[in-house]
């Protein structure tokens, strides 16, 4: 049996060296780890076995920790080993070695030791004497009352926010650091499908231990909270699943339980009921856990680390599907390809939020579709309001006001500092369950049309000349077919919307949306072509036609880029630590302004191609204002 399982970044192993060398001195018995543990996969038999076999784990708490997802799994388990007798600082010890502990997750450890190595020696001996035996990694499932929802998919890269959710809900336990003598409501909150409900669900089947009164899941409008039966065997966690948008403050508050031995979690979408306890928002997952959940990066990058397509998808590659046809058929036209996989309307649901909003939410995410993957602001949707409809700019800016507020609301917008960002997935669903086509394409077209104008003026959008079916110039200065014309008019609006023609922002934006952008152009002409019935071919006799035009952008401007610059982006990503931001790890790249001075390169001979194919269409939307 081992005294001690020393837990430690790979980071710090020559910091950890003394401290190891001081316990081993002291008499103790010492396992260390000298193995990585891929990915999100959790620890290894080897290591469990290890575990098993320790009377206690003792964490080299660096700031670096957390960042390893190996640490989190091995700490994971001993403080549940800790936990299912009644302590969990029991079997945990912890050395943070950083001046300050916001760092450390659960609140519940962050009373840590400093000091010198043979101290902290001294200390593990004396914690050693009251601990008797290895560690119980076994513990007995949670008491569940109510109906708790059937566990659907793998638990992958959700450690970190299992630890926040745990430190939110017990933040009592350390009122000293937090501030706290009373435990809070706590939010869980985030877009649909993003995995509210599978985090929910891991945590209380995993920290069962903290609540022997027992798990109670609900869900609105009928809640259930514990009684008095329950209160008696100790503190309960109170779930309530699926907490709608657009309810009162009273009646948001009427769904806690007022028991202090009660922990209320609400799992919502909304993002309007900041007043009410804590709030933890849940993001897309990060994309090695994200690839590693889908088996594939290009699939993982598709729908931008939503689990729940995720999940999806990762069954087909299971199951043998062709990973590029799965990707192809994302953005195909006709039944969704996440409704075939889940065998049921499940798109529905992901927007079903949007449906009862009021009108200018709406329109404002068909605004931000159009848009899409560019950021939306109030000023891009209320010019597009002024100019489909008309209306005073005053008017378009306050109901674009109203649009983007209600769909931030209800999660169907995310806040970023260039305006508001579309996640794919939503953009996905709104597509196919668009209630006014019509609308729709308007509105595409007026956004597409400003765009081209080269900007967004209130008082210039309704002089833009708004391209609609059957306003395109009558006389081509070639004859084409009408399908040629249709395609090139489809290839043309959908060109001059991608960052490559607009022009990425200096120090903004994001690289990673540049390139994705630019990627999905390849699916977006093949089905053009296709639903067009147009092949895709190089011409000597028309050497701009539609087909030529197509080949010439696919194979020889996009192709040769995205083949240099993305596997060279990719392995930048991967080196992210889970502490710094996406956007941040991305402008600390040093080839990053290599990248924006390609990209700028490309503007010419993409808009060299949407003139071509302006001159196919008959509609020229103002592109010469893009050079």
């Not at 950890?16 to 620890?43: C, M, N, W, Y």
Request: overall charge negative; glycine content about 8%.
């Amino acid at each position: 049996m081992w005294d001690i399982f020393l837990s430690y970044s790979r980071r710090d192993a020559d910091r950890v060296r003394p401290l190891h060398e001081a316990l081993t001195a002291a008499g103790l018995k010492v396992f260390v780890d000298e193995s990585a543990v891929a990915g999100f996969a959790g620890i290894s038999d080897s290591i469990r076995r290890a575990l098993a076999d320790s009377r206690v784990l003792l964490a080299y708490y660096s700031s670096g920790y957390p960042e390893r997802p190996a640490c989190q799994w091995e700490l994971t388990a001993a403080f549940l080993a800790g936990l299912s007798e009644g302590d969990p600082r029991r079997r945990v010890l912890v050395v943070n070695p950083e001046p300050g502990t916001g760092h450390i997750h659960p609140v519940e450890l962050r009373d840590t030791r400093h000091g010198r190595a043979a101290d902290l020696a001294s200390d593990v001996i004396r914690h050693l004497r009251q601990v008797a035996g290895p560690m119980p990694l076994e513990a007995a499932p949670p008491r569940v009352h109510g109906t708790m929802p059937p566990v659907m998919g793998e638990f992958t890269g959700r450690l970190p926010e299992l630890w926040r959710l745990h430190s939110a809900l017990h933040a009592q336990e350390a009122p000293l650091v937090t501030g706290r003598t009373m435990a809070r409501p706590v939010q869980l909150r985030g877009m649909p499908g993003i995995g509210k409900t599978r985090l929910a669900q891991e945590y209380a089947l995993r920290f069962g231990a903290a609540f022997p009164g027992g798990v109670h899941w609900a869900r609105t409008p009928a809640p259930h909270p514990p009684d008095s039966r329950h209160l008696g065997d100790g503190p309960c966690l109170y779930v309530v699943d699926d907490v709608p948008c657009g309810l009162t403050p009273r009646t948001v508050a009427e769904l806690t339980a007022a028991h202090p031995s009660v922990r209320t979690l609400l799992l919502t979408r909304s993002r309007s009921y900041e007043g009410l306890g804590e709030h933890l928002d849940l993001g897309p997952l990060p994309q090695e856990a994200a690839a590693e959940l889908v088996g594939d990066e290009e699939l993982a990058h598709g729908v931008e680390g939503h689990p729940g397509a995720l999940r999806l998808l990762g069954r087909a590659v299971r199951a043998g599907e062709d990973r590029a046809g799965l990707l192809a058929r994302l953005y195909e036209p006709g039944r969704s390809l996440l409704d075939v996989l889940a065998g049921d309307d499940i798109t529905a649901e992901y927007v079903r939020d949007v449906l009862t909003a009021p009108a200018e939410a709406r329109e404002a995410l068909r605004c931000a579709g159009a848009r899409f993957p560019l950021p939306v602001a109030e000023d891009d949707v209320a010019a597009a309001f002024t100019a489909a409809d008309g209306l005073p700019p005053a008017v378009a800016r306050r109901r674009a006001a109203v649009g983007l507020a209600e769909l931030t609301a209800r999660g169907l917008l995310e806040p970023a500092p260039d305006g508001y960002r579309l996640h794919p997935v939503t953009d996905h669903a709104w597509r196919h369950h668009e209630t006014d086509a019509a609308r729709a394409e308007t509105l595409r077209r007026t956004v597409l049309s400003i765009l081209g104008a080269g900007g967004t003026t209130l008082g210039a959008a309704p002089e833009l000349g708004v391209p609609v079916p059957g306003g395109r110039r009558e006389v081509a200065p070639m004859a084409v077919s009408e399908a040629e014309r249709m395609a090139a008019f489809d290839l043309q609006v959908e060109l001059v919307s991608r960052i490559g023609v607009q022009q990425l922002p200096i120090d903004s934006g994001s690289l990673r949306e540049a390139l994705t952008s630019l990627h999905s152009l390849f699916a977006f002409t093949r089905d053009t072509l296709r639903r067009y019935s147009i092949g895709l071919q190089s011409s000597a006799d028309a050497p701009d036609s539609v087909q030529s035009l197509a080949d010439r952008l696919l194979n020889e401007v996009l192709r040769p880029f995205t083949t240099d610059w993305h596997p060279r982006l990719l392995n930048w990503e991967a080196q992210r630590r889970p502490d710094v931001s996406a956007l941040d790890h991305e402008r600390a790249w040093d080839q990053a302004p290599a990248l924006r001075a390609a990209l700028d390169d490309l503007r010419r001979p993409l808009q060299d191609l949407a003139s071509a194919l302006a001159a196919i269409s008959g509609a020229d939307f103002g592109l010469s204002a893009t050079g």
